[in-house]
């Protein structure tokens, strides 16, 4: 006699927001022989471990340089013991290691791994890192280490720095001690004091002009200081901003500010970086987008608010506003800059199904509904009510996007837009997240899932699919993925049942070839530029960090 199968919904907070997977009992309640799964596990032999420790330790928040040749790890860190600290926040023992050969090297204790306590520069020369790290004045001492050579010494830049920014091309650093913005090359200086009672900075693409506000105690101004000077002296653009957003292509400054300190409204304004000379675009700008290219800015207002508002879009510097919609929470540009999405009539839904309740709370989602538009003159163009989240392609403008279905029971239909198409193609229903990896040639979704979405097949489709398509199951059982830079290799994340650790696998998504490297690891693992992937391990009596070659 067949077994009896029980449908019920299961869903998960993952990158892309709330969706939801189905999940197959038999009838007497475990999970496609959950028990006997269990049991192979406890007595499974090990396979080879295929990775290589670089640094011995327990580990937390391992990064790698751009270039993927120095891995960062934070080890022995502990939640402090301040009250009042985010529920994430870690302080540890900073060190770094080439990814090959050579041996660690400890940068400094004390550091955090929330924002800013250390990053790479772009061009992989420079780790900045903040040490002695106090949370209760979120205050460190600023270091360089340079990360072609770790058995250099590092170079102290500023005993108390509270915020620091290197520049695009990793040349030049902006920090703040004590309220004073200081500037200079990296790594030695000079650095050069600009300002006082300054909170945040930024430089432009060219790194030619330094951006920084002031504290809201001293009006909260936006200035621009021109570092080719000799003697560079802050010009001030407006007072009261709130956020601001230099143009990566040099020619604007977008400006959020209030008109008066007691405004609860935002009034938008664009600069022209040459000339300072400003236009004011709306009394009341809640949230802004630029496109990548520079060429268009949209903007909601906070009516009827706070979560949703007048859309408006138009051609930068002086295009007329075209109003899209009146109850819009989200909306963004393609990277190409070709399409245009947003979500209105934005509101939020009960989840429905079992796990619609957790510990006495009942659970929403947020949706609206998905809009597209050709950029900048296209009409809008409904693609689906109650969608949840959306996706844009790397480099393109093919959109995936969910819906929310509520008949014949609730669930998530994952659709995708191909880039100069007219018509959604629906692939599935009840998945997890999805990806587009590389140059965004295809699109990769957990679906069919079991243990609360611990153990889902993972799928892909081109980004140009004909309808009707079929998805192509790469492999079952995942948990998580990650891919290199080009889309065409993965580290795939296999969830263990009797404990949180994970079984990591490589594969060649070109081949289907999948390879273990290595058992009972932490995630996420890191995919390194030359294909090799970087993981941590926590297993007693072989803590550390690995490195395994591409097999």
């Not at 393609?334 to 009539?345: E, H, Q």
Request: aromatic share 8%.
């Amino acid at each position: 006699m067949e077994s009896r199968i029980v449908r019920a919904s299961c869903l998960s907070l993952v990158v892309l927001g709330l969706v939801g997977c189905k999940e197959a009992k038999t009838s007497n309640g475990d999970p496609r022989g959950v028990i006997a799964r269990v049991n192979k596990e406890k007595t499974a032999a090990r396979v080879p471990v295929l990775g290589v420790r670089r640094l011995e330790g327990v580990g937390q928040e391992l990064r790698a340089s751009p270039d993927g040749e120095v891995l960062t790890v934070l080890l022995e860190a502990q939640k402090p013991t301040t009250q009042g600290v985010p529920p994430p926040m870690r302080l540890g023992t900073l060190w770094a290691v080439h990814s090959k050969t050579g041996p660690a090297q400890k940068l400094g204790a004390g550091v955090t791994n929330m924002p800013g306590g250390w990053l790479y520069t772009a061009d992989s020369k420079w780790i900045l890192f903040s040490a002695s790290w106090d949370p209760t004045q979120q205050v460190g001492e600023l270091f360089v280490q340079d990360a072609k050579k770790l058995d250099a010494e590092r170079q102290r830049i500023s005993p108390k720095v509270t915020y620091y920014v290197p520049s695009d091309d990793g040349t030049q650093l902006a920090f703040i001690e004590g309220g004073v913005l200081h500037a200079g090359k990296l790594p030695g200086g000079p650095f050069k004091q600009l300002a006082g009672e300054v909170s945040t900075a930024e430089f432009s693409a060219d790194g030619r002009y330094l951006y920084f506000k002031r504290r809201y105690s001293s009006a909260g101004g936006l200035y621009q200081v021109d570092l080719r000077e000799e003697r560079p002296q802050p010009r001030r653009l407006i007072d009261q901003v709130t956020e601001y957003t230099v143009l990566r292509s040099g020619k604007y400054v977008v400006v959020s500010a209030r008109a008066t300190p007691a405004d609860r409204t935002f009034q938008l304004h664009l600069f022209e970086v040459e000339t300072l000379k400003g236009r004011k675009l709306s009394d009341d700008a809640h949230r802004y987008r630029v496109s990548r290219d520079g060429r268009y800015l949209a903007w909601r207002d906070n009516s009827p608010g706070p979560e949703k508002g007048e859309l408006s879009l138009m051609t930068l510097p002086d295009g007329k506003p075209r109003v899209l919609g009146a109850a819009v929470n989200d909306f963004d540009f393609s990277p190409d800059g070709a399409r245009f999405v947003y979500r209105d009539n934005y509101t939020e839904l009960g989840l429905g199904g079992r796990d619609a309740q957790r510990e006495g709370v009942t659970l929403v989602e947020r949706v609206g509904d998905l809009n597209v538009l050709e950029v900048p003159d296209g009409a809008p163009k409904l693609l689906a009510r109650q969608s949840p989240n959306y996706s844009f392609a790397p480099g393109g403008s093919t959109l995936a996007f969910t819906a929310r279905i509520e008949r014949p029971e609730v669930t998530r239909r994952l659709s995708i837009l191909p880039a100069g198409a007219t018509e959604p193609i629906a692939l599935k229903d009840w998945l997890y997240e999805y990806q587009f990896p590389g140059k965004g040639e295809r699109l990769y979704f957990r679906s069919d899932c079991l243990r609360e979405g611990r153990a889902c097949d993972l799928n892909s489709v081109p980004s140009n699919p004909e309808k009707g398509v079929v998805p192509k199951k790469e492999t079952e059982g995942t948990f998580g993925f990650r891919f290199n830079a080009e889309g065409t290799r993965a580290v795939i994340a296999f969830a263990h049942l009797t404990d949180q650790t994970f079984d990591l696998a490589y594969r060649n998504l070109e081949t289907g070839q999948q390879t273990t490297l290595d058992q009972y690891v932490e995630w996420p693992a890191v995919m390194l530029a030359d294909g090799s992937v970087a993981y941590l391990v926590n297993e007693k009596n072989r803590a550390g960090v690995f490195v395994a070659k591409s097999p």
